[in-house]
């Protein structure tokens, strides 16, 4: 393996169909270049190219379809008890004003714990945001979010005063599924404070990993005040 090419030929082609999907290059329903047409592209065998698109396929990226071609695939969404819902619609069913204030928004790097949850090596850039959720301009929750680069890569671009976190990773990141946790804990004095908190009042974290293009997307704590927000679900 060449210096100049570190990935092996297959991960170079899936990469790359990776990226025109996530650059919106190739939309849901899209049909992408053939076999032949990526092998010469990339100077590899057909073989190399079928091996990147079975992947694809496998992870629900691409659609292949016997005589006709490889397509985008259509976004699926897997149901859990806690709907991946973007706060602000939210709210805004409840008929109240939702606003958002930014905190942070950085690059980092990701130690052992985040290592482990996105299942990269230690010290490998992340993204990294903190907003602050509004209703009727009372906080009602703290996200805190990591983010995968290689997923979002325009995420540090955003402007998340005007759009969501998770209104702008459902745009670019078709979910692929979904684990999640809730716990009720004791905020640290800077989550209580950014969310006017008195003292002794516990939160209701949900703990939420997304995964999308086949590699974990996106790992968030979300901060709720305990006696102002109430998680609910149905079957």
């Known amino acids: 393996m060449s210096a100049a090419s570190p990935l092996p030929a297959y991960q170079r082609v899936k990469r790359y169909v990776l990226d025109r999907i996530q650059r919106g290059a190739w939309q849901e329903g899209d049909a992408i270049p053939g076999e032949e047409a990526l092998a010469r592209e990339f100077g590899v065998s057909r073989m190399t190219v079928n091996r990147a698109l079975r992947e694809l396929s496998d992870e629900q990226i691409v659609e292949r379809v016997q005589g006709s071609g490889t397509y985008v695939a259509q976004q699926k969404y897997q149901a859990t008890l806690v709907e991946i819902r973007n706060i602000a619609e939210e709210i805004a069913a409840r008929g109240h004003r939702h606003h958002s204030a930014l905190h942070t928004l950085e690059r980092c790097k990701a130690d052992e714990v985040l290592a482990r949850a996105f299942g990269v090596r230690t010290g490998r850039r992340l993204f990294h945001s903190v907003v602050v959720h509004f209703e009727n301009d009372r906080p009602i929750q703290v996200e805190d979010r990591y983010v995968h680069p290689d997923v979002a890569p325009e995420y540090l671009a955003q402007d998340f005063t005007s759009q969501t976190p998770n ?24 989550v209580a404070k950014l969310l006017a908190m008195s003292s002794g009042e516990p939160c209701l974290v949900l703990r939420r990993q997304t995964r999308s293009m086949g590699r974990v997307a996106s790992v968030a704590a979300m901060w709720h005040p305990a006696s102002r927000y109430q998680f609910t679900g149905s079957f």
């Open 167 to 190: 209104a702008y990773l459902m745009r670019v990141a078709p979910l692929q599924g979904v684990s999640f946790v809730i716990e009720a804990v004791p905020p640290s004095s800077h």
